[in-house]
Nanobody
């Protein structure tokens, strides 16, 4: 069983940056795909970004391409989401998630991820 703890959220002005971290414990997550999702008030949870086990392959939702970067450090059992040029519409609770098992394609649906963190709030103000 893997436990995930997110950190790094907070209040930031539009145009600013934040770096989210997701630390895994319980077992090594180096073979798992790691993803970030977000959920804004009154909206469904949506995929943001994901990264394969080696860090050599990533995928993003169109709305964050060029602004967000996902990365991982398997030696530290940690995944990151660097968020630059933040917009008000990026305001949400951000969740880290892991997908175990072999996958050829990085999944972008929440159902494909089998363990989750509790989330960290990101609020972008004008």
């Amino acid at each position: 069983q893997v436990q995930l703890v997110e950190s790094g959220g907070g209040l930031v002005q539009a145009g600013g940056s934040l770096r989210l971290s997701c630390v895994a414990s319980g077992r090594a997550f180096s073979s798992d795909i790691m993803g970030w999702f977000r959920q804004a008030p009154g909206k469904e949870r949506e995929f943001v970004a994901a990264i394969n086990w080696s860090g050599g392959k990533t995928t993003y939702v169109d709305s964050v391409k060029g602004r967000f970067t996902i990365s991982r450090d398997n030696a530290k059992n940690t995944a990151y989401l660097q968020m630059n040029s933040l917009k008000i519409e990026d305001t949400a609770v951000y969740y880290c998630a892991g997908s175990s098992g072999f996958r050829v394609v990085i999944p972008t649906t929440s159902a494909a991820y089998d363990y989750w963190g509790l989330g960290t709030q990101v609020t972008v103000s004008s």
